[in-house]
Every structure is written in C-alpha cells, then in structure tokens.
C-alpha cells in the first residue's frame, strides 16, 4: 500500500521531536449491520505493522453497534425542541444544535443531567465563559454526531451516537490483530479531538491528540475511517 495523505491534510507531522505518519485507510460505506471485525480484517490488517497504532473513529463503532437512527427515526419531545434553539452552531458540526441530536442527548445523558448542563451553561456565558454545557453534559453528549450536507450518505441525514465501550473495542481490535500494534477509537475534528478508549497509557493518549490535531481523517466524504499511525 502506497501511504497518500487526504485532500488538504499532510501525511507527516512532528510532535516531541519524531516525525509520524499518519496513514488514512479508505473503506466502503460502513453501514448498521456490519461486523466491525470484519471491516478491520477487510481493510486494515494487510496494512498494521507491528509497532504501529490503529486508530478507529468512533462513528463507525457506534454504527456497527446499531447507534445510528435516521431523522425520522427518531421521535422529539417539545423540550428537546426548545433546549436545541440555544445550543451554538458552529461551522464544524451542529452538535446539539437541532431537535433530533438534543432528543437523543435527553435519552443518553437523562433529562435532569441536560437540564442542569442548561442552566450551568446560560448562567457561565453571561459571565463570558463557554463549552460548560457539554463538561457538565458530558462524554455522551459531545460525542452526538448530527448530519450535515458534507456528511457521507446515508448519514447526512442520520444521527450517530458515542460507541458502547469504546475501551473494550480497542482491546479486542489489538487482540485481532495479534497485539503488536496498539488501538484507539478516537473522536477527531478539525476544532479538537478526544481519545474515547484505547490500549495506550494516559501519556500515550495525550500524544495521540496531539499527532491527529489536525484530524488527517478528514472531516467529510473522504471514506477513511481508519488510520495507521507509524513513525516515519
């Protein structure tokens, strides 16, 4: 396999001193359904080294998980409609801007836990301060993914959940692959990342933020929900 960087997103970057690469692997359209062994052993076992870290996006474990449900799936309360006129939009995703990923925020975080993100949240940003809502929401509520005009089909019109046990999955990937390289799913976008499970040490995990903080991914149609990471 040729290594070849997406659109826009260079394939090195340095961080402490080496030089990694940051190798995106193209798959079909991963769809509700699918066996996540299957895609790993399909697209990235040909290509893991030993000593390398796979790195998986969170959206296509929650979709093997059955944690994807198309907008007319899923049934609004009005509260869910009111609460979604104040959440900030932002031109990297709509987060929990709209009625549908609000409802299923209500239904993973539980609505005592939204509400008082709510109240914490109006409060701190009359004082100038922001991002209070989703500490407060927590994990579950960032990692909501909503359908935006540059997602994949059929998930431009889909909401996307947290993966289950996003520690777990990565355990058993690195088991796949015969445990000579390391994995995490990772939530990664061009304003930031997180690490939602791995096989790394915290040490590790804050390195990997940093060599994905450009998210090499891609943000769109790239196709790439896997990636290898070598040093060059």
């Known amino acids: 396999m040729t290594a070849a960087a997406n659109e826009g997103k260079a394939l090195e970057v340095v961080v402490d001193g080496?030089?990694?690469?940051?190798?995106?692997?193209?798959?079909?359209?991963?769809?509700?359904?699918?066996?996540?062994?299957?895609?790993?052993s399909e697209y990235a076992a040909a290509v893991v080294?030993?000593?390398?870290?796979?790195?998986?996006?969170?959206?296509?474990?929650a979709i093997t998980q059955g944690?994807?449900?198309?907008?007319?799936?899923?049934?609004v309360r009005p509260l869910a409609r009111l609460l979604s006129k104040y959440v900030t939009r932002t031109p990297y995703g709509i987060g929990l801007g709209m009625p549908e990923t609000m409802e299923m925020a209500l239904r993973e975080c539980g609505t005592p836990r939204i509400l008082l993100a709510a109240a914490v949240s109006a409060v701190?940003?009359?004082?100038?301060?922001?991002?209070?809502?989703?500490?407060?929401?927590?994990?579950?509520?960032?990692?909501?993914?909503?359908?935006?005009?540059?997602?994949?089909?059929?998930?431009?019109?889909?909401?996307?959940?947290g993966p289950a046990d996003p520690g777990g999955v990565a355990s058993?990937?690195?088991?796949?692959?015969?445990?000579?390289?390391?994995?995490?799913?990772?939530?990664?976008?061009?304003i930031g990342g997180n690490i939602l499970g791995s096989t790394l040490d915290r040490a590790g995990e804050q390195r990997l933020v940093r060599i994905l903080r450009d998210n090499p991914l891609g943000q769109g149609h790239q196709s790439t929900p896997l990636g290898v990471i070598r040093e060059a």
Do not use: C, H, W
């Open 67 to 75: 944690r994807s449900f198309t907008l007319d799936e899923i049934r």
């Open 172 to 190: 058993s990937i690195k088991a796949q692959l015969g445990g000579g390289a390391e994995v995490a799913v990772v939530d990664i976008n061009d």
């Open 124 to 161: 701190t940003k009359v004082l100038g301060r922001r991002g209070d809502f989703y500490r407060v929401a927590g994990d579950k509520a960032r990692a909501i993914d909503g359908p935006t005009s540059g997602t994949i089909p059929p998930y431009n019109k889909a909401v996307v959940l």
């Open 18 to 40: 080496t030089a990694y690469a940051r190798i995106p692997i193209r798959t079909r359209v991963v769809m509700p359904g699918d066996d996540l062994g299957s895609i790993i």
């Open 49 to 61: 080294q030993p000593g390398d870290l796979l790195f998986v996006t969170e959206k296509i474990v």
